[in-house]
């Protein structure tokens, strides 16, 4: 087989094949290396699997190189634009599909070897969720949800062990960059990750990827069932509360990082959850909080941690959050008297809209604490809108906190630190007065309508009955005329004869 006996002898051959034809085509290269999948320690030490993956990956990244510049054009300045750079998966990323035929062992290899390559992350991306669809097919009908138990056959156990393997692999092949990834996708591997009871690290890996970019998240996504074998909830709330944890832990380390920078903010700051990206999770987490609510088996320290994680700022408006503590007070009846009012602490009544403040004036399932507040807030509301004036209770803490950054007296007993990250909290805290402000405005531009409209209404009435009033003054139904009245009542006023006294002499 070897030169020794002959010239061009079975090994010189088989090199010259997969140098001259094998390494020069990409779909052969994937033929050869599907191929070694039988054959893993001989062709290892062949260096064929080295070889074929070496090649897919080059001829990979030169393909999507040609696609890159054919994409490119000179415009008539000579500055050279792109066009059609929306499609990334197509031209070059024709491999995407043919990759998906490779095992897990050699498919790593792969694309392992186009990250060191330079191939772009999105196509890497859409490759492994190409790939995760064709090797985890069907998992959902060989699971007994109702029993909540895996299958007994052996067999079956064997294939959902590789299925397992499947999804460890995938998810640390996943590319680090954000939004490279679906957030659907996340949620989707997620699921399959507790459905095959994966390793913790690769579900904390799934749920810190998660939580970078929960604001782009709906409701679906994050009602995960719960695969235990305990029953305790319906949905796995845990997860949902460390997913949350690592959103909100961006802007911490983001504020962490500036404090550092002496008051300069870093070239990071888009890694960190915006203002608006917090509102959103704030409103999906409420929104997800009435969806887990009417669970009964869901525990009140596991509702109320995850309804307090998010912070105030989050919150211009507490309606959602009301609404999902009702609901869940309707489906706990048994609650004590004290866990009631723990429960109805999370809620700011200065925060809710006169519509929620009209349904928990009349709430009954409500602590007395709780309904005593809205109604003083509301007559506060109303009294303030009668005299055509409003202050809002949170004006005062606006005002010292304006005041606390003007004055700048907590600089000087602070570190610049400290300092900073105060002057960040108080820069949240004015932006949520200013909402909460905007909101009661445009409610007492409501008001003002429909008072005037009532002012209107009453006008008009008025000016009717004083009309109504003289018409009917007017009328005469005897025909008798004024002066012939005057007439007779002055001669029956002369016929009266004046009565005389006559002394008894």
Known sequence: MTEDYAEENLMARTEAYLNEVVAQSLEKSIEVLHGCGNLVPVAEELKIVSKCVDAIASKACREQMASSLSRLDYSSSGRLQSKNCQQHCSGGDWWIEDLSVLGIEMYQKVILAMKSRGVRHESIGTSLMHYAEQALKGLAKKWDASARTKLPNPAAALEQHEQRIVVETIVSLLPTEKNAIPIVFLFGLLRTAVMLDTTVAC??????????????????????????????????????????????QQDENQDAVDSNLGGYESDGLADSPSQAAIIK?????????????????????????????????????????????????????????????????????????????????????????????????????????????????????????????????????????????????????????????????????????????????????????CSLSKKFGKLNFFHISPKSNDKKSQSSDAKIPRRRRHSIS
């Not at 782009?216 to 949350?244: K, N, Q, Y």
């Open 203 to 248: 579900r904390l890996d799934m749920e810190k990827r998660i939580g970078r970019q929960l604001e782009c998240a709906c409701l679906d996504d994050l009602l995960i069932p719960s695969f235990s074998h305990s029953g305790d909830t319906l949905f796995d709330v845990d997860a949902v509360h460390r997913i949350l944890g690592n959103f909100l």
């Open 281 to 465: 999770v704030a409103k999906l987490l409420d929104n997800y909080l009435a969806e887990i609510a009417p669970d009964a088996n869901l525990k009140l320290l596991k509702f109320i941690a995850i309804a307090e994680l998010m912070p105030e700022y989050g919150r211009p408006v507490d309606d959602g959050l009301y609404r999902a503590i009702d609901i869940y007070l309707k489906a706990h009846p048994g609650l004590t008297d004290m866990e009631r009012r723990k429960l109805c602490k999370l809620i700011d009544c200065q925060k809710l809209s006169q519509e929620a403040c009209a349904h928990a004036a009349q709430n009954d399932r409500l602590p007395v604490q709780l309904v005593v507040q809205v109604l003083y807030f509301e007559q506060l509301r109303l009294r303030n809108a009668l005299a055509g004036t409003y202050t809002d209770p949170g004006e005062t803490t606006m005002a010292y906190a304006s005041q606390r950054i003007s004055s700048g007296a907590p600089s000087a007993a602070m570190s610049p630190r400290d300092n900073y990250a105060s002057l960040r909290r108080e820069n949240r805290e004015l932006k949520l007065e200013i909402a909460r402000m905007r909101m009661r405005l445009n409610d007492l531009e409501k008001e003002q309508v429909s008072m005037k409209r009532g002012m209107e209404k009453s006008r008009t009435s008025s000016k009717f009955l």
